[in-house]
Nanobody
Framework: VQLQACGGGSVQAGDSLRLSCTAFGLNRAMGWFRQAPGKERDFVAVINRVGSMTSYSDSVKGRFTISRDNAKGMVYLQMNSLKPEDTAVYYC?????????????????????WGQGTQVTVSS
């Protein structure tokens, strides 16, 4: 399984970016995580396999939106009102398979597959 994340870049505070992740055929929950230099990889957002449930970290709630288009095999992270503290490498990940359609894991250990990461840099 290969996950391909893209859409990162360098922007100013207050700008928006949309990250995309190719996840064709993955009938499982999909998440976004981020890792800043010298820090652990942190949960950002997750969406269940049918796209009906989401969960966000407190730091991005109200600014970021995760979505998916299963027909296209894509998962997105719309990031608005970006802040310098959002600067990190962003990773998309596919969770371990789970029979519950409401499964929205937030721990890194719940994820089986990881993309290569895309850099997001927000300057003030």
């Amino acid at each position: 399984v290969q996950l391909q994340a893209c859409g990162g870049g360098s922007v100013q505070a207050g700008d928006s970016l949309r990250l995309s992740c190719t996840a064709f055929g993955l009938n499982r929950a999909m998440g976004w995580f981020r890792q800043a230099p010298g820090k652990e990889r942190d949960f950002v957002a997750v969406i269940n396999r049918v796209g009906s449930m989401t969960s966000y970290s407190d730091s991005v709630k109200g600014r970021f939106t995760i979505s998916r288009d299963n027909a296209k095999g894509m998962v997105y992270l719309q990031m608005n009102s970006l802040k310098p503290e959002d600067t990190a490498v962003y990773y998309c990940a596919a969770a371990f398979a789970n029979p519950s359609s409401g499964y929205v894991p937030i721990r890194t250990t719940s994820y089986a597959y990881w993309g290569q990461g895309t850099q997001v840099t927000v300057s003030s």
